[in-house]
């Protein structure tokens, strides 16, 4: 009898693991389709890309399980359908108010206008003194580990001096900033702020918040913008069923998955880098305008037109939201456009787009963050994966985005200097040593 009964205990375990690793393969399975329906649908249909390009760059280095997923591009309906093993099977529509998303419903969000040239030059050399500096930063040391360098862009006193692009990019190809977009929505957050709309030590007009006794209704704009909620959040890139791939890829609103989250922490004692938070700040933006239409058109109201970023858009979650984590695109000159911004300290051609004092403000560390290496939606260090090591000088902060994505602004040398790239390997980009050549190579930008 006890022999039956541990046989029957032993397969009633043995079933309940197969069950649980089927459960966690399927969900696997379903994130990984929805990225590549999303990541294909965004670089055809608002990069407008070649189909068979991005799907072999979807398919490189730790991506290659992507493999398994077998895709189609319906170019009528503008959408792309990714499926696993035929039974599990996402989609992504294009809308040209807000560009792709997965399992797309809504239609509110800002008019998307990009021209697409690929006749356009792919290389210019204003000073030569960057020559050198640009074939390095396009040279492939490794072929084991590649860098894929899509384009760089060198401003200076507010004109390009140099710039390049990879093969299939041109200076008017829209390009993934990924976490470049955090920097974006710091912008659009200090434009609220000027008109008075937002307050960044005011607590936030999070619905989810507002029960009596809910501690998170302490949460401050500030406590946001430097990643000191105290929310609860797993910002493991690596995992593919954590908080950040499933809010981007497996939830219609991005904002109230995070906005949902516990409080681990009490806001502004711990730092914690968490994509989620940007989310609820796109999230307060919607409920501070009040009006959908108003918040469709406020990216390109506030910061793409006066900037003259005519290519740059934030797309957004089947509810309409933005993305505003993670899902920004724009041509390599249009983010430098963003970076001048900052290096002007906030003015554009003599108007003041950000309020006064803004700009310090970003820069100043977060007072949880231990490594004083964060500000407020900028990096004020580069990631040690991303960084050799050289000396840059003490103003020099960065907007940076997955697969190495960078713009790095200097105030002091009027300096921004843009890298973007598909960069899925450490340690083998090293935008402080690419920064200290542009900068001794122009003679210490003086």
Known sequence: MTRITT???????????????????ARVAAIFAAYKAKMLCSEVFLAHREAGEVERELEVDDLQPLRVITDSVDRNARRVTSRFAGLITRDATFHDRRGCAVGSTADATQSIHITSSPG????????????????RAFAEPDPERLRRTR?????HDGRVVAERYATGFTKETPILGWSMTKTMMNALVGVLVKEGR????????????QEPGDPRHAITLDHLLRMSSGLEFDESAWNPVSDVTVMLLGRPDAGLFAARKDLVAAPGTHWQYSSGTTNIISRAIR?????????????????????QMTSAVIETDPSGSFIGSSFGYATARD??????????????????????GWVAYTRTPAPADPLKRYGAHVWLKVADNYSGGAVLPADAFHATGHAGQF????PSARLVIVRLGLTRYPNVWDQTGFVREVIDAMGGAQ
């Open 7 to 25: 046989r029957r205990i032993a397969w009633f375990v043995a079933g309940t693991l197969a069950i649980a690793a089927g459960v966690y393969v």
């Open 287 to 307: 409920a501070v305008l009040n009006d959908d239409a108003a918040y469709a058109d406020f990216p390109r109201r506030a910061l793409f037109a006066p900037l």
């Open 407 to 410: 713009i790095t602004m200097i």
């Open 120 to 135: 356009a030059d792919n290389v210019t050399f204003p000073d030569e003194r960057l020559r050198p500096v640009l074939d």
């Open 335 to 356: 983010w430098a456009r963003l970076g001048l911004l900052y290096v002007n300290d906030g003015v554009w051609e003599g108007a003041r787009i950000l309020p006064e």
């Open 151 to 155: 384009a760089v862009v060198v401003m």
């Open 198 to 209: 937002l307050g960044v030590d005011r607590p936030l007009p999070i619905s989810e918040w």
